[in-house]
């Protein structure tokens, strides 16, 4: 029986990561994970065997590092933001089924939705949606109507990929639906290459959303009706002044 | 012109805080907090100052942190779990407009969304809605609303704050509303607790979460029709396997 960590390992840079993430990296004598993810972990842990696939191969890593664990090797599975929020969480418990000798073990970190929102003030600071934009796993269809549904209840939401080189246009059709219930001045931010190089943030109104370019490194937040640009910043109010 | 930084210390031990969280706090001259919140740094900050006021006391700490960091003096604000999420980064953006010479700075933490999700299994694997019953800055008919348009999308929910001792029947008359559109059977989770003394997890079914009892230290956690208990935990699948 071997320990399999599945670790949330916070934005870009090693700041943003809990001290459990770093005890469970230490403890763990095998790392697995994304090529990108992992190559922000090597330098922090020079001595440690590495396991990497690229993009889309979630499910091979997941299951390597699972049967490692199963032979009783301590393993951990790293995730960006947190393993849990769109992440290999879920995949690794659904697999773990097959091996009974891997103890998953989840350590959360601090998402994209979450580590955006401070950059940008604090849009999610009310009630909040969080919907994913890609249609890898998701049907549109799925899509359009959460977000339908999360502007008819006036939430904030946080949008995860909201675009790729193969859905240029996502974003665009996301704001369309967005609009039949928001107002166009609604103030939203993105957040792109959170605690990595090229940090940025920028407030703007849902219309001018709709035009805006973003990438799969982009977050992406729509305010609730309350929500305010105050100075350089989006806040969605809690009501503490009301 | 002073920091002021608003510090989310994750859910109870030190473990969930992040690096960029204990630097801010190493940095500050002054703590200021909830009284519960700030007893867990004590031990941890022995040299610095602190200033602690009770649950109601929200305003009042956040101005005077305000007002020491706009004087010069490097503050630290901090909340329990993120600042952002129902937290003080929007009160203290807010009252920031009053004191130009307080430059605010987010440190994003591990909020009960996702500290309670990593105990669970992997609840929020999929699009999910955060919503706090506490109706004391918020109608419930907004709240009752937001619960049925959340179930209606076939969204996976945390719910923050599902109980007080002045409101005791709040989850069961949010679990009557997603009862509308969601099955008896729906897969829901406690996490109690997190990460401090008495920590317990339970997994059940949403029929059986409307008689559950809750307090303001319970996350509740209610499924998508995708959410399955795997062995004893709760997953929200993103689609990897079908």
Known sequence: MGKCYLVGIGPGDAANMTGAARAALEEAELICG?????????????EKRFYTTGMTGELERCRFCLERASEGLCCALVCSGDAGVYGMAGPALELGADYPGAEIIV??????????????????????????????LTDWAVIEKRLRLAAEGDFALCLYNPASRHRPDFLRRACDVLLEHKAAET???LARNIAREGESVRILSLKELRDAQADMFTTVFVGASSTKKIGERMVTP????T
Request: net charge positive; aromatic share 10%; glycine share 12%.
């Open 34 to 46: 994304y090529t990108r993810y992992v190559d922000l972990l090597r330098p922090l842990f020079p």
């Open 107 to 136: 350590i959360p970190g601090v998402t994209a939705a979450v580590s955006g929102a401070a950059l940008l003030g604090a849009p999610l600071g009310h009630d909040f949606c969080v919907i994913s934009l890609s249609d890898r």
């Open 187 to 189: 103030v939203c931010g």
């Open 238 to 241: 809690r009501g503490y002044r």
